[in-house]
């Protein structure tokens, strides 16, 4: 299976519909590929909390419709990265879009893990609240969005529903960049699980972004990793690969905590 991250950079001085029709040309290019993933908030800037209510959209607005589309120009399952989703009967919500390569939307994730610490997202947000993954023909995808690589229960919860694959877009910060790998290591062991954590480069709204996006193993082998600037980071793996290591090293059929047990 092959998979392509792209890392861009929000370029401030760049129009949304510019850079929506960049991006599409971006993903259109990586016909071939089998999997497609986008930074979170690419079209505001995750860190450009003031634009959030004048950008937001509804899930079937522009960016939905331009994305859909270059899924199925090239070919590809797409996570579009996730966008400013207004919701007209609640509040906005940092929603992740998925597109099989037909063009169809296969999902929809609200962030369920809001930054911020009652600042920002935190407060200028709604909390999604559910789990959600996607078959593909190769692997099942478990979706989650940058400050929810902190929560481990989230990923339990998606293996629990079945997730091999898992897809994290995010706006991460350079300052905070060795946690950004630390974690997604850690995800990547503790589930057994592929992980693929796309970053951007550049700044948002003045902060520096860690870039680094990164492909880990089950194992917790880093099998590809950007540098900090604009790039396309394209790996093959095999997803095989997940159901093999817990054949091998059956870590999870030894929990204990937090997993239903047959009584009687």
């Known amino acids: 299976m092959r998979a392509s991250l792209l890392q861009i950079a929000v370029d401030e001085g760049e129009s949304i519909d510019s850079r929506r029709e960049r991006v599409a040309s971006l993903v259109r290019e990586q016909a071939g590929a089998d999997l497609v993933v986008l930074p979170e908030l690419w079209t505001t800037g995750a860190f450009a909390f003031e634009s959030f209510g004048a950008e937001a ?3 079937e607005g522009p960016t939905y419709d331009v994305m859909a589309k270059a899924a199925s120009d090239a070919g590809v399952w797409l996570h579009a990265g996730s966008i400013p989703e207004r919701d007209p009967e609640g509040p906005l919500y940092n929603t992740s879009l998925v597109f099989s390569p037909d063009g169809e939307l296969a999902a929809a994730y609200r962030k369920i893990h809001r930054f911020g610490f009652d600042k920002g997202e935190a407060v200028l947000m709604g909390a999604g609240a559910e789990l959600v993954t996607v078959r593909l023909p190769e692997t099942v995808v478990g979706l989650a969005t940058c400050y929810d690589l902190r929560f481990p229960e989230l990923f339990r919860g998606l293996v629990d529903a079945g997730a091999e694959t898992l897809v994290i877009p ?4 350079e300052r905070r960049r060795a946690h950004w790998t630390l974690l997604a290591r850690a995800r990547a062991v503790e589930n057994q699980a592929f992980v693929l954590a796309c970053g951007t480069a550049g700044a948002h709204a ?3 972004q860690a870039g680094h ?3 880990v193993d089950p194992w917790g082998e880093v099998l590809a990793e950007a540098g900090a600037g604009e790039e396309v980071l394209s790996v093959e793996f095999d997803p095989a690969k997940v159901g093999a290591t817990r054949g091998q090293f059956p870590v999870l059929r030894d929990r204990v905590l937090g997993v239903e047990r047959p009584r009687g």
């Not at 995010?170 to 910060?173: D, L």
């Open 206 to 208: 003045g902060v520096p």
């Open 170 to 173: 995010a706006g991460w910060p």
């Open 213 to 215: 996006s990164i492909v």
């Open 57 to 59: 959209e509804p899930l």
